[in-house]
T-cell receptor, first 115, second 114 residues
Framework: DTGVSQDPRHKITKRGQNVTFRCDPI?????LYWYRQTLGQGPEFLTY????????KSRLLSDRFSAERPKGSFSTLEIQRTEQGDSAMYLC?????????????FGPGTRLTVL | AQSVTQLDSQVPVFEEAPVELRCNYS??????LFWYVQYPNQGLQLLLK??????LVKGINGFEAEFNKSQTSFHLRKPSVHISDTAEYFCAVSGTAAGNKLTFGGGTRVLVKP
């Protein structure tokens, strides 16, 4: 069990560019969540997957955001035409199943800075 | 809809003193409650969780929390803090109806002074 990993850890981009982040959940975890954390705030839910199916998207996820989880393994979060307001820490978490008793394990996050 | 309020944004405390971090939640359905800790430049780590049963929950690193349904609170306590407890602490709520996604409070930054 190597934990949840995220890549890259830091990303600096210019406004208008596209960026993609990757999350590798703990092996055999069926649930995968994406959260966004802005400076001085708690994480906010973005979206989640049950295996490869995306079950819910937050209103925070504008049409510039898209997430995938092909084959129910790793997940990617893409932001198109980045804006300065997208600057934040993007956190990924995974849990074994949909049971509410299952703990969500978080990765170290990807810090995005949009110049 | 669920929401979480952490009443203190920052709590300074001296080493070996007790600390209490306050958390209140609102939800129209049964909930599960969590405390996570975030050390500088690290991800969130679960301290403890309340699912059901005993309202006093013990977690890692000497932390405990008490669920109070009538006051909709889930306050976190530690009787004696160490310098290494300096971190940000987040209270969160989830529920089956919400797809088990976590709704977090704004966080409480604990600064332990020698």
């Amino acid at each position: 069990d190597t934990g949840v990993s995220q890549d890259p850890r830091h990303k600096i981009t210019k406004r208008g560019q596209n960026v993609t982040f990757r999350c590798d959940p703990i092996s055999e975890h069926n649930r995968l969540y994406w959260y966004r954390q802005t400076l001085g705030q708690g994480p906010e839910f973005l979206t989640y997957f049950q295996n490869e199916a995306q079950l819910e998207k937050s209103r925070l996820l504008s049409d510039r955001f898209s997430a995938e989880r092909p084959k129910g393994s790793f997940s990617t979060l893409e932001i198109q035409r980045t804006e300065q307001g997208d600057s934040a820490m993007y956190l990924c978490a995974s849990s074994l199943s949909e049971a509410p008793t299952d703990t969500q394990y978080f990765g170290p996050g990807t810090r995005l800075t949009v110049l | 809809a669920q929401s979480v309020t952490q009443l203190d944004s920052q709590v300074p405390v001296f080493e070996e003193a007790p600390v209490e971090l306050r958390c209140n939640y609102s939800s129209s359905v049964s909930v599960y409650l969590f405390w996570y800790v975030q050390y500088p430049n690290q991800g969130l780590q679960l301290l403890l969780k309340y699912l059901s049963g005993s309202t006093l929950v013990k977690g890692i690193n000497g932390f405990e929390a008490e669920f109070n349904k009538s006051q909709t609170s889930f306050h976190l306590r530690k009787p004696s803090v160490h310098i290494s407890d300096t971190a940000e602490y987040f209270c969160a709520v989830s529920g089956t109806a919400a797809g088990n996604k976590l709704t977090f409070g704004g966080g409480t930054r604990v600064l332990v002074k020698p």
